[in-house]
C-alpha cells in the first residue's frame, strides 16, 4: 500500500501523518498515526477487494458504543468513504490476551463484558432512528450456525482435496447433536457482542480496552465460549472470568447453572469451527497452487487432535461427557 496516497487532510487534524505501520490482516490495514501536538491515532483501511463490511459499520457501532457509555473502546474521529479509512482513538501500551489474565484481570474484562451484553436492542434501535442509521437485525442462531458450520462443512465435503478432512466432517456431522441442542434450547436471548475478543484487548497497565469492533452485532449466542476458546484460556481463568461475569449480571444459581450449559455447548462448537475454517483456508489456498496451504492443512488436524479423536463425537463418545470442556475441567 502507497502511504504517500493517503490523503489525511480530510480529517482536518494539524500535522495528522502516519508513523508506521501496525498490522495488515485479510481485509484491513492498520497504521499508527501522530499529530503536531505528538498525540496517537490509529487509522484502518480497507483492502481493495475486502469482503469485510466498510468501515462506515464500524465507525457506526463506536458512536453507539460511546452513546451507550461504554468507555473501553475506541472513539470513532473521522471516516472517508472515498478512500474507505477510518481514524479511531488510541487505546493502551501493549496487547493483552485473555490467557494470560490474573485475577484482577480477569474481574474487569468480566465486568466489562457483561457490561457490552447488557445492552438492550432498544437502545440501539432508538440511537439508529435519531441517527438516521439503519439497524442491523439480530442474527438468529440459525443463520449463525448456517454460515460458520453447515455452510462451511458442505464447502469442506464438496471441494477439499484432503480425504482425511472430508471424512472427519461427515462422521462428525453424522453423529454430532451439538447443532440440533443449539436449535433447540429455548433460553435464548440476543445480546450484543463484541464478535472477536479472542484478542483485540490492549491494556495501560491498569485498564483493559476492547478494539477492533468491526464484527460487533446482536447473537443468539454467549461470548464466553468464543473468549475460552480463541483466548486460550486456561480452566483457572475460565472459572474466574465465568464466576465474575454472573457476579457482575447477579445471577441466581438456576441461571448460572443455564449459562454454564450454553457456554460449554458453545465450546465445543466451536471446536468443529476450527476445524472447518483452517480446513476451508487450506482448500482455497489450495486451489490456487498457494504454497501456504499445506501449513493450514497441518493446523486442521491439530485442530483435530486437540479434541482428541478424528472421529470422536461431542457428546456420547467413550471416555467424554457432555460437560467436559476442552481443558477436560468443568469451570
Known amino acids: 500500500m502507497d502511504i504517500a496516497a493517503i490523503q489525511l487532510d480530510v480529517f482536518k487534524i494539524p ?5 508506521r505501520e501496525l498490522t495488515s490482516g485479510e481485509n484491513n490495514i492498520v497504521y499508527l498515526c501522530k499529530d503536531a501536538a505528538e498525540g496517537r491515532y490509529v487509522l484502518r483501511k480497507k483492502k481493495p477487494g475486502s469482503k469485510s463490511p466498510p468501515l462506515l459499520n464500524e465507525r457506526h457501532t ?7 457509555g461504554i468507555h473501553f473502546a475506541p472513539k470513532s474521529l473521522g471516516h472517508d468513504p472515498r478512500q474507505e479509512l477510518h481514524l479511531i482513538s488510541f487505546l493502551g501500551e501493549r496487547d493483552i490476551s ?4 490474573n485475577e484482577r484481570e480477569a474481574q474487569i474484562f468480566a465486568r466489562q463484558l457483561a457490561q457490552v451484553h447488557s445492552i438492550t436492542n432498544a437502545q440501539y434501535l432508538q440511537w439508529c432512528d435519531t441517527n438516521g442509521v439503519m439497524p442491523k437485525p439480530p442474527e438468529t442462531r440459525e443463520q449463525t450456525l448456517e454460515l460458520y458450520f453447515t455452510s462451511a462443512a458442505a464447502n469442506v465435503r464438496q ?4 480425504p482425511g478432512l472430508t471424512e472427519w466432517v461427515n462422521a462428525r456431522f453424522n453423529t454430532d447433536d451439538c447443532m440440533d441442542r443449539a436449535i433447540r434450547d ?3 436471548r440476543a445480546i450484543f457482542v463484541h464478535g472477536d475478543l479472542g484478542g483485540n484487548m490492549r491494556t495501560d497497565g491498569k485498564n483493559i480496552f476492547f478494539i477492533d469492533w468491526e464484527r460487533a452485532r446482536f447473537l443468539e449466542f454467549s461470548e464466553l465460549g468464543y473468549v475460552f476458546i480463541h483466548g486460550q484460556c486456561s480452566p483457572k481463568v475460565q472459572k474466574m472470568i465465568f464466576d465474575a461475569y454472573a457476579d457482575s449480571l ?10 454454564r450449559t450454553q457456554v460449554e455447548l458453545e465450546m465445543n462448537l466451536l471446536k468443529v469451527d476450527k476445524v472447518l475454517w483452517r480446513a476451508n ?3 482455497e489456498l489450495f486451489m490456487q ?10 493446523m486442521a488436524y491439530e485442530a483435530i487432535r486437540e479434541q482428541g479423536s478424528n472421529m470422536m463425537r461431542l457428546n456420547g463418545a467413550p471416555g467424554r461427557t457432555r460437560t467436559d470442556t476442552p481443558h477436560g475441567t468443568r469451570f
Open 250 to 259: 447477579n445471577l441466581d444459581p438456576p441461571s448460572r447453572s443455564a449459562l
Open 15 to 19: 500535522g495528522l501523518m502516519i508513523e
Open 281 to 283: 483456508k487450506f482448500t
Open 186 to 188: 429455548n433460553q435464548r
Open 98 to 101: 485473555p490467557a494470560s489474565f
Open 159 to 162: 471441494n477439499c482435496p484432503d
Open 289 to 298: 497452487q498457494n504454497p501456504e496451504a499445506e501449513k493450514y492443512r497441518h
Open 62 to 68: 463506536l458512536l453507539f458504543l460511546e452513546h451507550a
